[in-house]
Nanobody, 121 residues
Framework: QVQLVESGGGLVQAGGSLRLSCVFSGRTFSIYTMAWFRQAPGKEREFVARFSWRADSTLYADSVKGRFTISRDNAKNTLYLQMNNLKPEDTAVYYC??????????????WGQGTQVTVSS
């Protein structure tokens, strides 16, 4: 069974940076498409970024493009989200998610417990 454990959240001032990490265990990390989502208080969970293992490609939500960078280290079974120039509207619980290799698109099968990111103005 896949397990995901996020870390790296915290309180930061607007304009600052944070790097989130997600450690993957239980299966072969390199063949899973991985993603970051976030959920702000009172809002729906939203997509932030994805790293597809098939095409070794990335995709970002428009709201974070140019500020956030998703990356992965297959040797360390770890997914990262580098967040720069943070804004108060980035405040949310950030979740790591994994999609089974045979699923080409759609839902994610595994989720972490989330890590809180708070950006003060």
């Amino acid at each position: 069974q896949v397990q995901l454990v996020e870390s790296g959240g915290g309180l930061v001032q607007a304009g600052g940076s944070l790097r989130l990490s997600c450690v993957f265990s239980g299966r072969t990390f390199s063949i899973y498409t991985m993603a970051w989502f976030r959920q702000a208080p009172g809002k729906e969970r939203e997509f932030v970024a994805r790293f597809s293992w098939r095409a070794d490609s990335t995709l970002y939500a428009d709201s974070v493009k140019g500020r956030f960078t998703i990356s992965r280290d297959n040797a360390k079974n770890t997914l990262y989200l580098q967040m720069n120039n943070l804004k108060p509207e980035d405040t949310a619980v950030y979740y790591c998610a994994a999609r089974e290799p045979l699923r080409s698109s759609g839902t994610y099968d595994y989720w972490g417990q989330g890590t809180q990111v708070t950006v003060s103005s």
